[in-house]
């Protein structure tokens, strides 16, 4: 079976983005780097693609200049178990970056990232329509989750 792999294209930092993703994420690393020659377009010796991974998922950066940027369109979610969890993702990611709302933030490459709690997804696809919809509302007023609030919204406080 073959996997697929998460192009992700940047300016020029697409080393720089690999070293800051792979330092964040667990069971993660960096693999080949490849660097333009002469022929170019890019300058001689500078970083045309860098292979990572993260957390097991294949990402390739490649260095193609300023023709395209990110926007919110693409966005990775990042499932998480606890609180602590979703704030270590949070103040990591959002160093250089900025906050959004519901959970979402864009990084300081420009990348959109959901730091979403597992119980948020419960609750909002549970079999209750006026608890998933308590816990939306709340939802819609926060940057980052907060699982306390949520749990307070559906009616479980702690």
């Known amino acids: 079976m073959s996997t697929l792999t998460t192009c992700l294209w940047f300016d020029t930092e697409a080393e720089e983005a690999a070293t800051f993703y ?8 960096i693999g080949a780097v490849a660097r333009y020659s002469e022929a170019g377009p890019g300058e001689a010796g500078s ?13 390739m950066g490649i260095n193609g200049g300023p023709e395209f940027t990110h926007s ?4 990775f979610q990042i499932p998480c178990e606890s ?3 979703v704030d270590r993702y949070w103040a990591r990611l959002t160093q250089g970056g ?11 490459f420009g990348i959109s990232w959901q730091v979403t709690p597992r119980r948020l997804v419960e609750l909002l696809g549970g079999s209750d329509p006026a608890t998933a919809a308590r816990v939306a509302e709340a939802m819609f007023k926060m940057r980052k989750i907060d699982i306390a609030a949520i749990e307070e919204a559906a009616g479980n406080p702690a």
């Open 72 to 75: 919110e369109a693409v966005s």
């Open 22 to 29: 792979t330092s964040i994420f667990p069971n993660s690393g």
């Open 83 to 85: 609180q602590e969890e």
């Open 98 to 108: 900025e906050e959004s709302v519901c959970g979402w933030l864009k990084d300081r």
């Open 47 to 59: 970083v045309m693609t860098v292979s990572f991974e993260l957390d097991g998922q294949s990402f």
